[in-house]
């Protein structure tokens, strides 16, 4: 299998000024032209870096354990960055090993 393979368009035919997606995933290999009004509704939007955290923070709270495994942190600095939130420092008082919210959203 090349670049160019069986029913993909040929790449040389894309206007250009159009972005190109190309999702590998697993065994398969998609490459979708995205027009630029259908950016941000495509279904695989990448997080841009700086907006990584606010987004998970807004999706699921951290807890310390939760960041401590997920980073490889010292438990030290999860206590911290849970303690300094003031939504996750409210839930559970810090109380426990694992103090601040369930990361699955449940109290």
């Not at 960041?67 to 849970?82: C, D, F, K, S, T």
Request: hydrophobic share 40%; with cysteine; glycine share 8%.
């Amino acid at each position: 299998m090349g670049a160019l393979q069986p029913g993909l368009p040929n790449p040389a035919v894309i206007p250009e000024g159009w972005s190109l997606l190309i999702i590998d995933l697993k065994d398969c290999f998609f490459a979708i032209a995205l027009h630029d009004q259908d950016k941000q509704r495509f279904a695989f939007t990448l997080l841009a870096i700086n907006r990584e955290g606010p987004k998970a923070h807004a999706n699921f709270h951290q807890n310390t354990w939760g960041l401590h495994q997920a980073y490889n942190l010292p438990m030290e600095e999860p206590r911290a960055i849970v303690k300094a939130c003031p939504t996750c420092s409210h839930h559970n008082q810090g109380v426990g090993l694992r103090s601040g919210v369930n990361p699955r959203g449940l109290r």
